[in-house]
Nanobody, 115 residues
Framework: QVQLVESGGGLVQAGGSLRLSCAAS????????MGWYRQAPGKQRELVAT???????HYADSVKGRFTISRDNAKNIMYLQMNALKPEDTAVYYC?????????WGQGTQVTVSS
């Protein structure tokens, strides 16, 4: 199994920055890819960014050019650097780890962007 713990959320003004972290533990050697997702009140959970073991990254159109996903494989930590934040980025942000036959989610961290 894999355990995921997010941190770094908080309240920030529009235009500001935050960096989220996702610490993975357990059977981390079996992880094939990781990603960040978010869920705003009353909306479905949506993909924000993903990064695979070979370093391939993918971003939602809404965050391209503003958010950067990265991984420190030695420390088993994934990051999401969020710049130029907008009120519409307000959501609970979750990290996800994907293995061959299953996947795991963290508990989420709240990001609130005030206008």
């Amino acid at each position: 199994q894999v355990q995921l713990v997010e941190s770094g959320g908080g309240l920030v003004q529009a235009g500001g920055s935050l960096r989220l972290s996702c610490a993975a533990s357990g059977s981390t050697f079996s992880i094939r890819a990781m990603g960040w997702y978010r869920q705003a009140p009353g909306k479905q959970r949506e993909l924000v960014a993903t990064i695979s073991n070979d370093g391939t990254m993918h971003y939602a159109d809404s965050v391209k050019g503003r958010f950067t996903i990265s991984r420190d494989n030695a420390k088993n930590i994934m990051y999401l650097q969020m710049n130029a934040l907008k009120p519409e980025d307000t959501a609970v942000y979750y990290c996800k780890a994907v293995r061959t036959f299953d996947d795991y989610w963290g508990q989420g961290t709240q990001v609130t962007v005030s206008s």
